[in-house]
T-cell receptor, first 114, second 114 residues
Framework: DAKTTQPPSMDCAEGRAANLPCNHS???????VYWYRQIHSQGPQYIIH???NNETNEMASLIITEDRKSSTLILPHATLRDTAVYYC???????????????FGQGTILTVHP | GAVVSQHPSWVICKSGTSVKIECRSL??????MFWYRQFPKQSLMLMAT?????????EQGVEKDKFLINHASLTLSTLTVTSAHPEDSSFYIC??????????FGPGTRLLVL
């Protein structure tokens, strides 16, 4: 699976957009980009995923660059409850021993402040 | 939709005893479930992949005789920590793979071995 690189921490003011970057320069053509978040002492929560097109759901938007080497998760109006560790993960798609396995890195600690 | 539950949410046991943790997909069927472990201030580490009706696949370094996994139905997987010791104290989290491949996580089980 492709590795991902994320900044260790970010701050955001409540009500503003939070833009979390992720680099995945070795991503393969059939690998998806998944985003999860983990609020303290809870299990990870699925946010969004995409292959090459931009995606949007009720939680966030995912912008994937045309070369697929990086992506940005956008929380349009951050709230205090969005404070969490955000994980960007490239998922092994088909075949191989890593098929379907999520490999969690250190993620980005997003702190939303008043 | 896509709700995963775990039971118990926390457990304290004496060293040498066994502890069983249940993971259930409440509103979908999951042929594949995963078990993770998370130590304080660290990221999630995959322990094993649980497939309904077949033996679990363990990650390197995880003792299959110590961490028994049973996936007897499409909505239930169990993890039994046998002869638990203080070093097994951790946050155990399961995930269930939905029909479209996305993993949904349970809330986690905090184990403390005295």
């Amino acid at each position: 699976d492709a590795k991902t690189t994320q900044p260790p921490s970010m701050d955001c003011a409540e009500g503003r957009a939070a833009n979390l970057p992720c680099n995945h320069s070795t991503i393969s053509g059939n690998e998806y980009v998944y985003w999860y978040r983990q609020i303290h002492s809870q299990g990870p929560q699925y946010i969004i995923h995409g292959l090459k097109n931009n995606e949007t759901n009720e939680m966030a938007s995912l912008i994937i660059t045309e070369d697929r080497k990086s992506s940005t998760l956008i929380l349009p109006h951050a709230t205090l409850r969005d404070t969490a560790v955000y994980y960007c993960i490239v998922l092994g798609n088909a075949g191989g021993t890593s098929y379907g396995k999520l490999t969690f890195g250190q993620g980005t600690i997003l702190t939303v402040h008043p | 939709g896509a709700v995963v539950s775990q039971h118990p949410s926390w457990v304290i046991c004496k060293s040498g005893t066994s502890v069983k943790i249940e993971c259930r997909s409440l509103d979908f069927q999951a042929t594949t479930m995963f078990w993770y472990r998370q130590f304080p201030k660290q990221s999630l580490m995959l322990m094993a992949t649980s497939n309904e009706g077949s033996k679990a696949t363990y990650e390197q370094g995880v003792e299959k005789d110590k961490f028994l996994i049973n996936h007897a139905s499409l909505t239930l997987s169990t993890l039994t920590v046998t002869s638990a010791h203080p070093e097994d104290s951790s946050f155990y989290i399961c995930s269930a793979k939905g029909r479209k491949g996305t993993q949904y996580f349970g809330p986690g089980t905090r184990l403390l071995v005295l």
